[in-house]
């Protein structure tokens, strides 16, 4: 089993998170907003830094994020 959410998210950069995060800190965290943090690793040259599907698929089955809100 690979990572949970917060292991991962303590190997993010810390301003990076709380941008993607401002002003829906109190929320679960979106899939779309972890999807940022994607593209900015990416853009960077850090795709290390990003998580597997099958970590991602964990996250969403077992409720550490939400993949949307109602």
Aim: glycine share 4%; charged share 25%; no cysteine.
């Amino acid at each position: 089993m690979g990572r949970t959410y917060a292991e991962w998210e303590a190997t993010q950069d810390k301003a990076m998170v709380a941008k993607v995060r401002a002003g829906d800190e109190a929320n679960k965290v979106l899939l779309n907003q972890i999807n940022w943090i994607w593209v900015a690793n990416l853009m960077a040259s850090k795709p290390e830094l990003n998580p597997s599907s099958a970590e991602l698929l964990d996250w969403v089955t077992s409720g550490q994020i939400d993949a949307m809100r109602k």
